[in-house]
């Protein structure tokens, strides 16, 4: 859980922050927008994610090993914002019913995945719900790390991004709503793509000065990156489009006056991470990193703004 729970528009947010901030102690403080406790020889990060809408989704496809690393991923790279290397994960797995392969499906995946990361897997609690339409695969994960990512930004420092395989794990309310009359089988299978897990690349990369896993908010969560001294410049056209989004577009532009700016601030568009690099380290990063995409940069004597260039139709977003 992060303070990204507080949202202004819904102002019951803020109370549950003040309710559990009260059992912070000392040791606690906040980087990123992320509670982390302070160790003797490091820091420690607690994270709760889970498949959300998608469940749903991954029900009706029968995509059960899909919504396991839609939920792992959704945690794991969530702690790579920082740095942390995951180390302890548990499971909280709701169905609608008991479907045994749905529950064994899950659990081998993500002990498939613990194995390849090196994460201790302690179990979990399974649940049916009859009032719940589909699943919710729901994931806690601790990390532990020496020293966190989050270095001071300067003028020139470039924004690279890691594509995504798709919708990953946000937008799925949105896009369900967009497509109701087109959900057949090909764009299931758009929409339950997994999310793709970036563990193996940003451990290569610690030497980045910032990053953002691009899930709820879209683009509106790099806000959080820059302070006021800064803008941040991003050109999305230096991305190929993936065909979910075209027609995610496409039928959003006949319902609201701004398409771009909506389709920026509730879907990845292509880019599922990003990461915010000195221009010195540019031919390091790009040996390590499997097809990074150059597409941005920090400019000078800004106001803490993102000003995007729109995939979709070239026009300027800002958040």
């Known amino acids: 859980m992060s303070l990204g729970l507080y949202n202004p528009e819904k102002h019951y947010t803020k109370k549950i922050l003040e309710a559990i901030k009260r059992t912070w102690k000392q040791s606690v403080i906040i980087e990123a927008g992320y509670p982390i406790i302070i160790e003797p020889n ?107 990512i989050n270095k001071p930004l300067k003028e020139d420092d470039l924004v690279y991004g890691h594509l995504s395989s798709g919708i990953h794990s946000n937008g799925l309310s949105m896009a369900r709503k967009l497509l109701e009359d087109d959900l057949n089988d090909s764009t299931l299978d758009m929409l339950t793509i997994p999310t793709e897990i970036y563990l193996g690349i940003l451990e290569r990369t610690s030497f980045a000065k910032k990053r953002m896993h691009i899930t709820g908010g879209a683009f509106t969560k790099l806000k959080k990156l820059i302070s006021n001294d800064f803008n941040l410049s991003i050109d999305l056209t230096r991305i190929k489009l993936l065909s979910i989004f075209e027609l995610l577009y496409e039928k959003l532009k006949n319902q609201v006056k701004n398409p771009s700016y909506e389709m920026l601030r509730i879907f990845n568009c292509g880019i599922g991470f990003i990461e915010i690099i000195s221009s010195k380290d540019q031919d390091r990063f790009e040996k390590i990193a499997p097809e990074p995409k150059l597409i941005g940069k920090i400019l000078p004597e800004g106001e803490g703004k993102i000003n995007l260039i729109s995939p979709f139709d070239n026009s300027s977003v800002q958040f």
């Open 42 to 148: 490091g820091y420690t990060i607690e994270h709760v994610d889970g498949t959300g809408t998608k469940g749903y989704l991954h029900w009706l496809r029968e995509s059960y090993e899909s919504a396991a690393i839609d939920a792992f991923a959704m945690n794991a790279n969530d702690l790579g914002i920082l740095g942390f290397k995951p180390k302890t994960m548990n499971c909280h797995l709701i169905l609608q019913e008991e479907r045994e392969e749905a529950i064994y499906s899950v659990v081998k995946k993500l002990t498939e995945l613990c194995l390849q990361y090196d994460i201790i897997f302690t179990g979990g609690e399974t649940a049916v719900l009859n009032t719940l339409k589909g699943m919710e695969v729901g994931i806690h994960m601790s990390g532990f790390t020496e020293k966190t």
